[in-house]
């Protein structure tokens, strides 16, 4: 199973308050539920292809509203596609709408979320679990990215989805997409907020040991580049010294050079790819004294220097 599947199959386990079912079952129906009319009067469908979910939706009904529910169960033609569970509610339905706050006065479709639905934090948590478990999607936390999204049809719903994950400061944002909209999360620790507020425990700790190791990896990753990157310019720069004396030693005479450059070039010729800061404290052990970095670094630009002139006058 996935990571979004085993985080879904740990919240359905979840056990709620009355309110809280009442939150999480007005989620669920509001994204993945249409109201509809006809000749037998107000009937509401729910549709999911995941039968853990659609039992929890016959569960919730039945515990809050004593009543029996149809359930149809349609085959997809398209290869590797899911059965779609539909549920059927016909008794209750104008009770059961107004309760979850499912329709507005003067419509007959869904709108945003209704304030008497999550007035307790505690139904704020559960509105969210249940707009997960409908049209939720969280990357796992192996993977290149971080990213976290609910789908809803309606900008109206979405925004007062990203407002409710914004109650919990989750930093969510939306998007607009070619069926509907997102309400989105895509940082890391923000995400691991929202599996703690909607009670997903588990895969919290699971997110938080991949994204601990893979930063820690990056991390390695980082020092490793850093040191590479500095070594390789240490070479480059020990190699252009080298060059530099090279051509000192083939058109001047070496001996006539002030002590300070003749030092500098003994301790490059000895050790060619040595730092500076390695050759300032190798100097001790060669000449009975320290020579600091920044003289070594003076040196060796009065030897490149003097190359350079050389060169030049050759060219001349």
């Excluded at 509001?30 to 292809?49: A, C, D, H, K, P």
């Excluded at 590797?80 to 006065?105: A, C, F, H, P, Q």
């Excluded at 976290?148 to 930093?171: R, W």
């Amino acid at each position: 199973m996935s990571f979004a599947s085993n985080t879904k199959s740990e919240l359905l386990s979840l056990k709620a308050d009355k309110c809280c079912q009442l939150a999480e079952l007005s989620a669920l129906l509001t994204l993945n539920g249409n109201i509809n009319l006809s000749s037998n009067g107000l009937r509401i469908e729910f549709q999911t292809t995941n039968i853990q979910i659609a039992r929890k939706v016959i569960k919730s009904t039945k515990e809050l509203y004593n009543i029996e529910v149809d359930i149809l169960s349609k085959k997809q033609m398209k290869l590797k596609k899911k059965d779609i569970y539909i549920i059927v509610i016909r008794s209750r339905v104008n009770e059961i709408i107004n309760e979850l706050g499912l329709m507005n006065t003067n419509e007959n479709y869904f709108i945003g979320i209704d304030d008497t639905v999550v007035l307790k934090e505690c139904c704020k948590r559960s509105y969210l679990r249940g707009a997960f478990l409908a049209s939720g999607s969280i990357n796992s936390p192996i993977s290149s990215s971080y990213h976290l999204e609910i789908h809803s049809n309606t900008e109206e719903h979405v925004n007062a989805l990203k407002d409710l994950m914004n109650y919990f400061n989750l930093n969510t944002k939306v998007s607009k997409k070619k069926r509907g909209y997102i309400a989105y999360i895509k940082e890391s620790e923000k995400i691991s907020d929202f599996l703690r507020v909607v009670g997903a425990i588990s895969a919290l700790f699971e997110f938080e040991d991949e994204r601990i190791k893979r930063d820690f990896v990056n991390s390695i990753t980082r020092v490793m580049n850093m040191e590479i990157a500095n070594q390789n310019k240490t070479l480059e720069a020990a190699n252009k010294q080298l060059r530099s004396i090279s051509v000192l030693e083939n058109m001047v005479d070496i001996s006539r050079l002030p002590t300070s450059m003749k030092e500098a070039i003994e301790l490059r010729k000895k050790f060619p790819e040595s730092s500076l800061n390695e050759l300032s404290d190798l100097s001790f052990e060669t000449f009975n004294k320290r020579i600091s970095k920044s003289a070594l670094n003076h040196r060796f630009r009065s030897i490149n220097d003097l190359s350079n002139q050389i060169l030049e006058g050759l060219n001349e």
